[in-house]
């Protein structure tokens, strides 16, 4: 067994979420006021439900509800629709299956919330794949701080500098090159011209791109 983990975001990253979470957001917010368009979703891309939620407070207060009732609004409603329409990115379950089959330690860092992670899971079939499963609603801070890559690493008892990090967000690259990981970014195409994807230290069209070969060739060769 190579003496390295893994650790994987997941929305944007193992299950195409983000339009998901932008049809939930958009039907929400509209309803509290908010005129938020699906443009101005990328702006919260990689936090916390509740930093989402925030965000927008400041920006467009409302009334009611409170903001902790919108938040567990928008959970409930992005996990209708990860249940109903939700569909894996391409290659995710496939690479999580190899890194498993080759031994890999496994880990899940995410922003989304324990009970979202558990409905990914399970639609996508990894609900036994993963060794240690963490959310950064658990942490005091969330990405792009460190502490869920380094909460990911210190429960899977591998040295944050041995492990390599999956991201599809530039929050999410910022928090585990800040846990002092390596990081493979795989962009969604209309984000991956940003000159900022540069931090990581490979970028990939897709999670496709991946088989035994190369996920070797790179663990040992860095």
Same mark, same amino acid.
């Given at each position: 067994?190579?003496? =390295?983990?893994?650790?994987?975001?997941?929305?944007?990253?193992?299950?195409?979420?983000?339009?998901?979470?932008?049809?939930?957001? @958009? !039907?929400? &917010?509209?309803? @509290?006021?908010?005129?938020?368009?699906?443009?101005? /979703? $990328?702006?919260?891309?990689?936090? =916390?439900?509740?930093?989402?939620?925030?965000?927008?407070?400041? +920006?467009?207060?409302?009334?009611?509800?409170?903001?902790? #009732?919108? #938040?567990?609004?928008?959970?409930?409603?992005?996990?209708?629709?990860?249940?109903?329409?939700?569909?894996?990115?391409?290659? #995710?379950?496939?690479?999580?299956?190899? /890194? $498993?089959?080759? +031994?890999?330690?496994?880990?899940?860092?995410?922003?989304?919330?324990?009970? @979202?992670?558990?409905?990914?899971?399970? *639609?996508?079939?990894?609900?036994?794949?993963?060794?240690?499963?963490?959310?950064?609603?658990?942490?005091?801070?969330? *990405?792009? $701080?460190?502490?869920?890559? @380094?909460?990911?690493? $210190? =429960?899977?008892?591998?040295?944050?500098?041995? /492990?390599?990090?999956?991201?599809?967000?530039?929050?999410?690259? %910022?928090?585990?090159?800040?846990?002092?990981?390596? /990081?493979?970014?795989?962009?969604?195409?209309? !984000?991956?011209?940003?000159? =900022? &994807?540069? %931090?990581?230290?490979?970028?990939?069209?897709?999670?496709?791109? %991946?088989?035994?070969?190369?996920?070797?060739?790179?663990?040992?060769?860095?």
């Amino acid at each position: 067994m190579l003496d =390295r983990a893994v650790i994987f975001d997941m929305d944007g990253l193992l299950i195409d979420s983000e339009p998901l979470w932008w049809q939930a957001e @958009l !039907e929400i &917010f509209n309803d @509290l006021g908010v005129p938020l368009q699906e443009s101005m /979703c $990328h702006q919260t891309m990689g936090l =916390r439900t509740s930093e989402v939620v925030n965000y927008w407070y400041k +920006k467009f207060p409302w009334t009611e509800p409170n903001e902790s #009732a919108v #938040a567990e609004k928008l959970i409930s409603r992005v996990g209708e629709l990860i249940m109903t329409v939700g569909q894996p990115m391409p290659g #995710a379950v496939e690479v999580v299956q190899l /890194c $498993h089959q080759m +031994k890999l330690p496994l880990a899940l860092a995410s922003s989304s919330s324990l009970y @979202l992670i558990e409905i990914v899971l399970n *639609k996508l079939g990894l609900q036994d794949t993963f060794n240690g499963i963490n959310s950064g609603e658990t942490e005091i801070y969330g *990405k792009p $701080h460190p502490a869920v890559y @380094l909460t990911s690493a $210190h =429960r899977l008892g591998i040295h944050p500098t041995k /492990c390599v990090a999956f991201e599809d967000s530039i929050r999410g690259i %910022i928090s585990a090159k800040a846990a002092s990981m390596e /990081c493979i970014a795989v962009p969604a195409p209309a !984000e991956g011209e940003d000159p =900022r &994807f540069a %931090i990581a230290d490979i970028k990939l069209d897709s999670l496709t791109q %991946i088989d035994k070969s190369w996920l070797n060739q790179f663990l040992i060769g860095s």
